[in-house]
Each structure stands twice: as structure tokens, then as C-alpha cells.
């Protein structure tokens, strides 16, 4: 979206798919610069002039269906990730926490316990996180989405979910170092989340 817009050519000839991703493209980052949040290299394709007559364009009925659906959809991605980012800092939460736990209990205090059941809930919120990403991500191809500034920001939660997240558990009287990244996202849970939350059924790929 860095190339300048011809805004006149767009008006006379591109169809109303190409207006809406570009006005809503716009509408997004200029949100984003108000509300003080980094944009990257991002920059706003239009003047308000241009946004304004952009917006103006969709003055039939086709068109302004198309407007409703996209505004309605980019919505609904931009509300799903704020969702994702919150899942992921309930799991940082509870990574911290088990780390905290873990050290105060083996090295701290001395004292042996069973942690077994916190780590499934590190693992869980983990994989809730992941899951949630990748339905986001099959729905936004599935959808036809093409805001580049949204689906980056949703990119870098799951650039996050991908760092070095080490942890350790007991095996006898030694620590054991395991990495959560090594954790796979469940297939009919991420179909689950898209029937749910997308109402998108999804059938995978034969490899």
C-alpha cells in the first residue's frame, strides 16, 4: 500500500472490492495514529478528501452491499484479534506464574510437590492461544480480508507465541528444560473454534 494511489483511475474503474479494502485499509491506520498505536511503515494511502470521496463511491445498491459486508467482516477480524491478544496475555500470565511457582517450591523452599496440574494449564492457555490463531488465520484466507496493517498486528501475536517459551518440570531430583513452542495446535479444536466463533466449516487439505 505504499505505491501513491491513483484515486481518480480507482474511482472510474475499480470495483467496489478494491474501493472498500483500501478505504477500510485507510480507516484502520488512520484509528490506529489517533489512538497513539505504532504503525510500522504503514502509511495512510489517502488524504481525507480522497477518503471521503472513496467513501462516497458506494452509491448503488451492489455497492453498498459490499461496503456493509466488508465493514461487518473487518469488525469482526479486528474484535477477534483483541481476543487473541488477550489469550495471549492470560498465557504469559500463567507462564510467569508456573516459573515463580516453580523456583519458590524447588529452590526456595525445598519442598517437593506434584506440578503436574499447572502445567497442564500452562499448556492449555498456550494452546488456546495458538488454536485461536490459527482458526484466525484460516478464516481470514477463507474470508477474502486483505487489511495488511490488521493482519500483520495478528502475525506478530503468533511471532510471540513462537519465542523461547522454556519451562522446567521434575524428573526425580533434576530439572528436566522443555519448550512450549514444541507444542502443536489440535486440528478438530481449531475446526471447533471456526464453526463457533466463524461459522466457517473447514476441511483440511489432504497432504
Request: glycine share 2%.
Given at each position: 500500500m505504499s505505491k501513491k494511489i491513483d484515486i481518480h483511475k480507482l474511482l472510474s474503474t475499480g470495483s467496489a472490492k478494491q474501493r472498500v479494502i483500501l478505504l477500510f485499509y485507510h480507516f484502520n491506520l488512520k484509528e490506529a495514529i489517533e489512538k497513539n498505536i505504532p504503525i510500522g511503515e504503514h502509511k495512510l494511502p489517502l488524504t481525507d478528501g480522497e477518503a471521503t470521496a472513496l467513501l462516497n463511491s458506494f452509491n448503488n445498491e451492489k455497492d453498498i452491499k459490499i461496503y456493509s459486508?466488508?465493514?461487518?467482516?473487518?469488525?469482526?477480524?479486528?474484535?477477534?484479534?483483541?481476543?487473541?491478544?488477550?489469550?495471549?496475555?492470560?498465557?504469559?500470565?500463567?507462564?510467569?506464574?508456573?516459573?515463580?511457582?516453580?523456583?519458590?517450591?524447588?529452590?526456595?523452599?525445598?519442598?517437593?510437590?506434584?506440578?503436574?496440574?499447572?502445567?497442564?494449564?500452562?499448556?492449555?492457555?498456550?494452546?488456546?492461544?495458538?488454536?485461536?490463531?490459527?482458526?484466525?488465520?484460516?478464516?481470514?484466507?477463507?474470508?477474502?480480508?486483505?487489511?495488511?496493517f490488521i493482519i500483520e498486528a495478528i502475525d506478530e501475536a503468533y511471532s510471540l507465541l513462537k519465542l523461547d517459551w522454556k519451562y522446567d518440570i521434575r524428573n526425580g531430583d533434576k530439572?528436566?528444560?522443555?519448550?512450549?513452542?514444541e507444542v502443536e495446535p489440535d486440528e478438530d479444536v481449531i475446526k471447533d473454534i471456526l464453526k463457533i466463533e466463524f461459522n466457517l466449516e473447514y476441511i483440511a487439505d489432504e497432504e
Open positions: 459486508q466488508y465493514r461487518e467482516l473487518s469488525l469482526k477480524i479486528i474484535q477477534a484479534m483483541r481476543w487473541l491478544n488477550l489469550l495471549y496475555k492470560t498465557f504469559q500470565t500463567t507462564y510467569w506464574k508456573y516459573r515463580a511457582y516453580y523456583y519458590e517450591i524447588y529452590y526456595k523452599d525445598k519442598k517437593k510437590a506434584d506440578f503436574n496440574e499447572f502445567e497442564d494449564t500452562l499448556i492449555r492457555d498456550y494452546s488456546t492461544a495458538l488454536e485461536y490463531y490459527t482458526a484466525l488465520k484460516i478464516y481470514i484466507k477463507e474470508s477474502g480480508y486483505k487489511d495488511k530439572d528436566e528444560a522443555l519448550d512450549l513452542k
